[in-house]
């Protein structure tokens, strides 16, 4: 099902990428389908990345309980702890790189690093379609170009040869098999690349996991080493729940 917004003298077809700020769609019908009369080849539409992985996004689970998880990551008191700008500019990017956001979530980080980046490009990625959903559409609404959102499975980390970085926030806790999931990111890099990984600091904490799922440092070490990556720095004073490591690719 396909919307049209205009947003800047463009025309966008949404593909059905909505969230709750668009009214709800009418039956799917071709009849019903003014985006697929008007198609010009001239200026194909900006499709949907679930749409071009096989997904119909017609059939996801309402988007208000997806909403209540972006407010959470989005909230505003999160920044005077996770320090977003901060972190981004610890990586200390020239700016053409391409950063991937493995489980971006809302795009909380995603989307700082696209403005970081004015010649280079952010692969956001998530397992959660819907998350995938909103990225697209915050990406097109936004204008903002250089944010490819990306479904990915829970099993591969979405990495490619064309990475500079991996940027990993609270994710690998929620990862089942890290070894295997490390190892498949570890060997889908070139060497140099990096990756930035922050988890949760071990203890009691205002913020973050219940303690059962948290890894402590000297283990997300061991896991990443087995991995094949070295730790080349660690930003121990800068955040103060999380543990924030960056490896690189020999
Ligand atoms: C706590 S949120 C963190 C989001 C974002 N990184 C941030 O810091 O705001 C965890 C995200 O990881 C995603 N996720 C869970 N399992 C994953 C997996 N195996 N691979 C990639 N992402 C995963 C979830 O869908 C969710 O969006």
């Not at 995603?110 to 998350?131: C, I, N, Q």
């Not at 559409?137 to 979405?158: C, F, M, Q, W, Y």
Request: charge should be neutral.
């Amino acid at each position: 099902m396909k919307r049209m917004l205009s947003v800047a003298g463009y025309t966008l077809v949404l593909c059905a990428c909505n969230t709750s700020a668009l009214p709800p769609a009418p039956p799917a019908s071709p009849s019903h389908n003014p985006g697929a009369a008007q198609h010009d080849p001239a200026n194909p539409p900006i499709d949907c990345p679930l749409h071009a992985q096989g997904i119909k996004p017609d059939h996801l689970r309402p988007f208000a309980e997806v909403s209540k998880y972006i407010e959470f990551l989005e909230r505003p008191d999160r920044a005077l702890w996770q320090k977003p700008d901060a972190v981004v500019d610890a990586l200390a990017l020239v700016g053409s790189e391409t950063v991937v956001d493995v489980g971006a979530g809302s795009g909380y980080f995603s989307f700082r690093f696209a403005k970081a980046l004015p010649s280079g490009k952010v692969v956001a990625a998530d397992t959660e379609a819907e998350m995938v959903r909103h990225l697209h559409h915050r990406a097109l609404t936004a204008g903002v170009k250089n944010l490819e959102a990306k479904l990915i499975t829970p099993s591969d980390p979405g990495v490619t040869n064309l990475t500079d970085w991996v940027f990993i926030c609270d994710v690998l806790h929620h990862v089942e098999d890290r070894p295997a999931w490390l190892d498949k990111l570890s060997q889908a890099l070139k060497p140099g690349a990096r990756m930035a990984l922050i988890e949760f600091k071990e203890g009691k904490l205002p913020q973050g996991p219940p303690e059962s799922v948290k890894l402590t440092r000297a283990e997300l070490i061991r896991l990443v080493s087995q991995a094949g990556l070295v730790l080349e720095a660690e930003h121990a004073e800068l955040l103060p729940y999380q543990v924030f490591l960056v490896f690189k690719k020999p």
